[in-house]
């Protein structure tokens, strides 16, 4: 009895570290993304959505220049989904792609893909940060 409650504590605690270093890796990522993005009226980082299962489609007329509300959207989605839940990020104006691929001196290495290649080390840096 005991082995078994043993190893179903260490199943349990070990998806929740997973969750919990998916959901740090996520708004990390997204939130840089988020704050990498250029600004001229706020528009564009008032666009990006977090959404689980499947992009978010909309767009809006959403102004947010300091990026902090739609951070924190996206974090509380983030915060929301689970171990096996996919998450993504979207920005659907019509000119984000445009953006993504150097339109804008203030990003030109785009949002996405500069912070693509950060993946790997924020896995690290969530990691780290579990309890022992």
Known sequence: MTFSLDIKEFAEKTKRNVNDV??????????????????DTGRFRGNWNASIGSPDLSASSNMDPSG???TSQMAQTIETSTVDDTLYISNNLPY???L???WSKQAPSGMVRL?????????QKAIA???K
């Open 22 to 39: 998916k959901q740090a890796v996520a708004i990390d990522l997204f939130g840089a993304i988020i704050k990498g993005s250029p600004v």
């Open 68 to 70: 902090q509300g739609s």
């Open 96 to 98: 984000a792609q445009r």
């Open 100 to 102: 993504e691929y150097g």
């Open 115 to 123: 912070n693509i290649t950060r993946f790997q080390a924020a896995i």
């Open 129 to 131: 940060k579990l309890p």
